[in-house]
């Protein structure tokens, strides 16, 4: 059975898509035998060895009997090496790969009409059918799982089952889009599907970056994941389901992580700013997308993606690590916080001594003091945005702005913007010695609103 193919009474044509085992067993099988346990072996070898020259001896005997060097599969399993580096290999294992002579999967659909094994189910993380949206069989209906050595002549299995009747069953559409952005990246034929629907879910312009984007949105989504979920196992496809965040990519990705972000502080949806303590895990993720601009293995698109995301109002800082914009309002709803704390806070300029010098700005950072001291400016100005916004009465404040800071003459000038980069100044200025002074001021500040409130 190691003759050339062409020696064979029946030899069907190689088809576009088709893959390496797929297409010798399927020429095998035509001819009513099974794959040969040599030949078997070297396109094992080919799929999975780790050897350079084992793999090159490999295929140069499946070469051999098949009569010719295809390109296509050259260049997928000499060339690329499985698509990834071998730093990847190392890091991944073998779960990335789909060995030959483990089992394999298969769309029984996809067979059924075209009677080809398609070189795409061959690929890591390709668990569904772009074209039927269905989850792909990796076993028989008896049971077993189905291998290139338990295959039969015609896709049958060796209990006499045709494979191509296996029942469908629908594919999470992430899983789906994942398929079809490796096939975009792989240039592989797909029945049925043209490049430009298929382009619409490029990741990057070849395989290797394509599985970089893959491992990387692998990581963000166990850092998304509650506690429950993070021990999904990577050799299934629930760990490696990225929800919609591929498609419209990469925006579509910066959506899906502001609207996440968003869910996570809409608990606290009154205040205007949000204090990111060490277990934050806004701050792990916003430390995380910061970290990625700078990697190289991503895409220049992806890179410039995730920096506006890191700069915009989700992620911005109040020039400090710790103290952000609330995730969970819009900016409109962030515009009118300030508008309504600078109008209201006019009410209180009668009562603040002014001074002709002006506010200095500290050489690190507006908030670059102890963490109590920060954590407590912050619960003040949330205090007063929500004052504000009550419309609580001023006199109700008149102690607090008798002990404020003393205010420039231009204070009265200034946007709402930089009216509450000022203040942030001169709260920063004050000595960690008057921690008191500071829970004084935020508790008469709150006091006031509620009286305000339940008057109203």
């Not at 060097?69 to 990335?96: C, G, L, N, V």
């Not at 992430?174 to 952005?181: F, K």
């Not at 020039?319 to 209180?348: D, M, T, V, Y």
Request: proline fraction near 5%; aromatic fraction near 10%.
């Amino acid at each position: 059975m190691q003759h050339e193919l062409s020696l064979f009474p029946v030899r069907p044509k190689r088809q576009a898509g088709e893959s390496l085992a797929g297409f010798i067993s399927r020429h095998f099988g035509t001819n009513g035998y099974s794959m040969p346990k040599l030949l078997h072996d070297a396109v094992a070898t080919v799929y999975r060895s780790e050897n350079s020259q084992s793999r090159l001896d490999a295929w140069s005997l499946v070469c051999q009997v098949m009569g010719e060097s295809p390109e296509d599969y050259r260049r997928m399993w000499i060339e690329d090496r499985f698509t990834f580096s071998h730093a990847q290999a190392q890091r991944q294992k073998r779960h990335w790969q789909r060995p030959i002579n483990r089992r394999f999967q298969l769309c029984s659909e996809c067979m059924r009409t075209t009677g080809v094994h398609l070189a795409l189910w061959d690929l890591p993380l390709v668990f569904a059918c772009p074209i039927h949206k269905c989850m792909l069989s990796t076993q028989c209906q008896c049971g077993k799982p189905i291998s290139w050595n338990n295959v039969g002549p015609n896709w049958t299995c060796r209990c006499g089952q045709a494979l191509t009747s296996q029942p469908l069953v629908p594919a999470p559409r992430s899983l789906t889009n994942t398929a079809m952005a490796i096939a975009a990246a792989a240039n592989l034929t797909i029945p049925g599907m043209d490049g430009e629907e298929l382009g619409r879910f490029r990741l990057a312009n070849d395989l290797l970056s394509t599985y970089d984007v893959l491992s990387w949105l692998g990581k963000l989504v166990d850092l998304l994941r509650g506690e429950a979920e993070k021990n999904v196992s990577k050799k299934t496809s629930e760990h490696w389901r990225f929800g919609s965040a591929l498609e419209d990519w990469p925006m579509g990705l910066a959506s899906l992580l502001e609207r996440i972000v968003s869910r996570w502080h809409r608990g606290s949806r009154r205040d205007l700013f949000v204090y990111l303590n060490e277990h934050s895990r806004t701050l792990e993720l916003r430390n995380f997308l910061h970290a990625s601009t700078t990697n190289d293995n991503l895409p220049a698109t992806l890179q410039d993606s995730l920096r506006c995301l890191v700069e915009n109002h989700q992620f911005l800082p109040v020039n400090c690590q710790r103290w952000i914009f609330n995730p969970a309002l819009s900016f409109e709803q962030r515009q009118h916080k300030l508008i309504a704390l600078w109008k209201w806070w006019k009410g209180l300029f009668k009562w603040i001594d002014v001074s002709d010098e002006s506010t200095p700005a500290n050489t690190n950072t507006l908030f670059g003091f102890h963490q109590f001291h920060e954590l407590t400016c912050l619960m003040l100005i949330n205090a007063l945005i929500n004052a504000a916004e009550h419309s609580a009465p001023a006199i109700h404040f008149r102690r607090l702005a008798i002990t404020w800071p003393s205010m420039p003459t231009f204070a009265n000038s200034l946007s709402p913007d930089a009216f509450l980069e000022l203040i942030s100044r001169q709260l920063s200025g004050i000595s960690l010695g008057h921690r008191d002074y500071l829970r004084e001021l935020m508790a008469c500040a709150e006091r006031a609103t509620n009286a305000s409130t339940r008057h109203n």
